[in-house]
């Protein structure tokens, strides 16, 4: 924090100013210029409110430098933070990286002939829900372990890496010999207790922004799994409660050169949950890329109309192969290539 | 001993704060400033002693100036009541928030800014306003919070004093930052303001022309949109002396209520009413933190 006196402050009004912020914990040093006196409060008091120095005698303006989060802040890694996997792909480099696969994995032949579909279009990684706790108990719930096992092989054989959502901290253990990302949903993303355990991973968290949770909230969140040492940390855009209501949220492109601005932490962007509708899924993906996005997440069915789950944001295969043509055209324009 | 305190403004607040002083046998006397037919109700109640029109004139020969009028108004008299304070005099306010006044007390006073102006807020008050309304046990039992402009720095001589009548008059003297107030003064007041103003607003625009469907709500509903009624003249001075942590504590809400519509149809719903229940369950009279007095 910065405390800039005014060019009239007296020797005492400064000491007083001093003596209040070593009251509240801070280190503070001194710069007495020829006209102007500044002091940099040092410390870490997240609660304080600047305001309480603006009343004093002799100052002039207070600046807060630092942000809420230290570790997620760009200032940690000026240069960027680039994740890198066993098969050699990058997530936050030149390359933007395509995740895709069904919204939930509902049987062997379905996975392998999405994944074989997706890997020929150029998708990187392959997505896919093992757990699936819905609103109605008597909605498909997912496979669990054997998805996790169908994603694993299905994965190796198209040279995939794999992406799945972890919803409980039981579930950590048995996801981790099959998956290369472990997702966190957007209701999960304030799940505090889960955050805690998914830093003490090395494994990579792709961390998905709350429905309604702010930019900030986003970055806090990351900072919480960092604190906890797991640095490889993918932020998603997946979109937010607005009050338009034509789409089922409304995506944030906005939002991946905030967090590129902010953080150091690269940014994917889910069209498919941003959406909710097919035929918007397109246009937000080539968005994203143009905006910036590291990494897309796409839901891609080879036969959507029969998905047991989220069907009507699935893309068909075509037109995800057909996306994958113009998002190859779209990322040169910002300096980008796809992965 | 104070000699003499001066009321600036003497409606409900300072109307009650004279009548409570004689109550408790303030031997000292009161000077009372605002429009004569306030001035003259005042008198007659016996909740002041004498009145003055003029705000600075009414202050001269005064230990205590309590400045009674809504912010917006106290924002400006302080700079009018300044120059004619005695030497070791305190000017004191009771408005809604306190860190836009603070910020003009130390313009006004500059250094001696934390000698000078003790900000204070009582935690009292009616849906009515004016002397007639006037009570002289309107504050007992109440938090009176006082904001001093330097940590815990209270003024000495007259403001001590100051906070012994309070005590006497039976408000209980609580301690905060000024910034800290205003954000603790945004949730507890303000916010709730807000949502019933929101809520009956709308509620006028669904169903204002069929009020007799409107009539059927029960008291649940009458309790929601009781303070809507509140008079915009006394919101607009804390909303705008207010305008950041009330606006940060409605994103919260806003948030909430997104993350509600949401999961109308989830559990997630009921951990939202498990942890509303919370609120009840930790509160009880007894425990308000770190109240002095």
Redesign the interface.
């Known amino acids: 924090m910065i405390v800039a006196m005014q060019e009239t402050a ?1 020797e ?2 400064i000491q ?1 100013v001093v003596e ?1 912020l070593i ?1 509240m914990g801070f280190s503070v040093h001194r710069t007495t210029g020829e006209r102007q006196t500044i002091l940099a409060a040092v410390g870490s008091r997240a609660d304080f ?1 600047t ?2 120095l ?5 100052v002039m303006e207070v600046h807060r430098i630092s942000a809420p989060y230290k570790l997620a802040g760009r200032s940690f890694r000026p240069q960027g933070t680039i994740i890198e996997f066993r098969n050699g792909l990058k997530v936050g480099g030149k390359e933007v990286v395509v995740m895709a696969g069904p919204c939930s994995v509902e049987s062997r032949e379905q996975l392998f002939t999405v994944a074989e579909l997706i890997a020929k279009a150029g998708a990187r990684a392959l997505r896919g829900g093992a757990f699936k706790p819905r ?1 109605s108990p008597y909605s498909f719930q997912g496979l669990g372990l054997e998805a996790l096992k169908l994603l694993r092989e299905a994965g190796d054989k198209y040279n995939m890496l794999v992406i799945s959502e972890v919803m409980e901290i039981s579930q950590i253990e048995l996801m981790l010999p099959y998956v290369d990302i472990l997702q966190v949903g957007a ?1 999960n993303m304030q799940n505090f207790n889960l955050l805690r355990e998914l830093g003490k991973l090395k494994t990579p968290i792709l961390l998905k922004r709350g ?4 930019i900030e909230e986003v970055l806090l969140s990351a900072e919480y799994i960092m604190a906890g040492g797991n640095y490889n940390i993918i932020c998603c855009e997946r979109g ?2 607005t009050f338009e209501t034509y789409t089922r949220n409304t995506l944030d492109i906005c939002a991946i050169p905030v967090i590129h601005k902010l953080s150091h932490l690269p940014i994917a962007s889910d069209p498919s949950h941003g959406t909710g509708r097919r035929d918007k899924v397109a246009p937000m993906a080539r968005a994203s890329v143009a905006a910036g996005a590291d990494a897309l997440l796409i839901e891609v069915h080879h036969n959507p109309d029969k998905a047991l789950s989220d069907g009507a944001q699935s893309l068909y295969p075509q037109q995800f192969s057909e996306l994958m043509d113009s998002l190859k055209m779209i990322a040169p324009a910002v300096g980008r290539t796809i992965a | 001993m104070l000699r003499q305190i001066t009321i600036i403004g003497t409606g409900l607040i300072g109307g009650s704060l004279g009548l409570a002083l004689r109550k408790n046998k303030f031997k000292g006397k009161i000077i009372g400033c605002d429009r004569p037919e306030v001035l003259r109700r005042a008198k007659r109640l016996h909740a002041i002693d004498h009145g003055v029109a003029d705000p600075s004139a009414a202050c001269e020969g005064s230990d205590v100036v309590v400045l009674a009028t809504p912010v917006g108004a106290a924002i400006e008299l302080i700079g009018k009541v300044a120059p004619r304070l005695n030497l070791n005099a305190i000017v004191t306010d009771v408005g809604s928030t306190k860190f836009e006044i603070a910020l003009r007390a130390r313009q006004v006073f500059g250094e001696d800014a934390p000698r000078k102006f003790l900000p204070g807020h009582p935690m009292a008050g009616k849906e009515n306003s004016g002397i007639k309304y006037a009570d002289p046990d309107l504050f007992r039992g109440a938090v009176w919070f006082l904001t001093p402009l330097v940590g815990k720095n209270l003024p000495a001589g007259a403001g001590r004093e100051y906070v012994a009548l309070l005590k006497r008059i039976g408000a209980k003297v609580a301690f905060l930052d000024p910034a800290g107030h205003d954000r603790l003064c945004a949730w507890i007041s303000h916010i709730p303001q807000m949502i019933s103003t929101a809520l009956a607003a709308s509620l006028v625009e669904e169903y204002g022309e069929e009020a007799p469907l409107l009539e059927s709500g029960g008291r649940a509903l009458r309790e929601m949109t009781r303070i809507a009624s509140s008079p915009y003249s006394m919101w607009r001075d804390v909303t705008l002396t207010n305008k950041k942590s009330i606006a940060e504590a409605l994103l919260k809400i806003e948030q909430r209520l997104a993350h509600i519509r949401e999961n109308l149809d989830t559990r997630e719903l009921e951990a939202e009413f498990n942890q509303a229940h919370q609120l009840r369950k930790s509160h009880s009279p007894r425990r308000h933190g770190k109240i002095i007095g």
């Open positions: 007296t005492d009004q007083v209040h009251d409110d305001r309480n603006e009343v004093l005698s002799g609103t209701r429905i309604a949770a702010t937010i409660r």
